[in-house]
């Protein structure tokens, strides 16, 4: 055999630069990116208001859960024209 056929023999020829495992290692990376979305989007979709919820409902619990303060709490409601 010649030094080219014992290459492509053991998978270091040119059809096979980046090793046997680049594909599976490729497709983890897009695997963990579509569950980093998934995770995402069902986070964001709990924050929104539920149906017959109300903007004073959405402020009255974003305060008890203390993301705002009273002032914060206050002001939103007074810019809502509640």
Known sequence: ???GE???MYGY???DMMGPWMGVGFMWIVFLVILAV???LIVRST???RPGETPLDILKMR???GE?????????KKD???
């Open 1 to 3: 055999m010649q030094g």
């Open 6 to 8: 014992t290459d492509m």
């Open 13 to 15: 020829g040119p059809c």
């Open 38 to 40: 998934a995770a995402y």
């Open 47 to 49: 924050r929104q208001a």
């Open 63 to 65: 305060y008890a859960k």
């Open 68 to 76: 705002i303060t009273k002032e914060e709490f206050e002001q939103k």
């Open 80 to 82: 809502l024209g509640l």
